[in-house]
């Protein structure tokens, strides 16, 4: 039956990665889109901490980690987001719902450890108006959609009992599709300008796990990785239009214009990632992540704007869990992972000279199934991303996500026929 329902859950994924718009955002405009997080729900609900040398739970931010599977897990998650974006006048909501990832990982004997799936990386997804109230004054709408998804392969080797190494390898692909309107009021002809692009490439993702015996009870657990510069090749199609504007601006062809294509590298920095916790296995830990990566120009023809810059991203976290008694037979609330964290974000982005910063709190709980050592996690994110100030879009948001582990043993010969 896990099987039935592990086929089912990867063709799924598989269109909705196409179809879904996993963002809000009006900065998905910028680059390659809102950046997702790469991690299940569990490192999310920590913040982005993920050292422990986990059995079970799968880990996507450190290749490493496969080594350590003791079991076959299959892990599916996804978010829905509700945002209220501000200006210094104005403000919206919005809501999106959206698969995060979809993975499976699986011990190869005892030293190593495979893991591969499916992971939507970027997402764009706006509508923005600016309506004219005079006759004779400009009107304009800008709509995007789409984004830039990964399908990733890895391999994890244990040099030692505490130490494991690991690499993957990504493949990504996707398509951006951004539409612009203008039109002047109370005037029937307007302009459009639809841009589509596709997107491809590949890059490689490095990872090393250690883990020290402090004490009897105490450990010390640190990760490392380190993805690789690379390049995305962009695709583009420009087409500028005149037609006819009806009711709710649906916008009818009267000169379809000609079709304007150009290919152009996008450059993918270096990322590099560190992090570190104590704590003592299956009660509780504490840790904290560092990452940086170097500032590039990501934007394309679809979106280069002379307002806007690529500074160097940087991010700061800590978070951990708490598990009141794992093997407690008592109560099933005392075997609950509790989690939770905090977050600072420079996601290198600068418009009209202004940085754009997230700050974020991170809680959630993951809830064993009886029986088994597969779960059902749950998580809250709330924090705050960008500004008012030099007339840009503050956004307000909460993040709700639902996840499920599944572990099992595979490919067992059956004893009894």
Known sequence: MIKKIIISACLLLSFVSFAQQGTASPYSFYGIGDVRFKGTIENRSM??????????????????SYANLKLTAFTIGGTYNSSTLKTDTESAKAQRTALDY???GMPLGNKFGIGFGLIPYS????????????????NKRFDGSGGLNKVYLGVAYKIKPNFSIGADMHYNFGKVETTSLEFVTDVPVGTRELNTTHLSGVNFNLGAMYQYKINKKLSFYSSATYTLQ???????VRNISTGMLGSGLNFS??????DQNSKVDVNMPFKLALSAGVGQSRKWLIGGKVSYQNAVDQSSTYNAASNVGYGKYASASIGGYYIPNYSSFAGYFNRVTYR???KFEKTGLIINGERINDIGLTLGAGFPISGTFSNINFGMEFGKRGTTSAGLIQE?????????????KWFERSKFN
């Not at 913040?47 to 490493?64: C, F, K, R, W, Y």
């Not at 307000?396 to 099992?408: K, Q, R, T, V």
């Open 47 to 64: 913040s982005g901490v993920a050292v422990e040398q986990d059995s079970i739970h799968m880990n996507l931010e450190n290749p490493a």
């Open 253 to 258: 062809v009267i000169d379809p214009g000609t």
């Open 230 to 236: 690379s390049k995305l090749n962009s695709e583009n």
């Open 102 to 104: 979809l993975a499976v």
């Open 340 to 342: 939770g964290g905090l």
């Open 123 to 138: 997402s764009v997804g706006y509508q923005i108006e600016s309506l004219a109230i005079n006759t004779g004054d400009n």
């Open 396 to 408: 307000n948001y909460a993040n709700f996500s639902l996840g499920f582990s599944l572990n099992d």
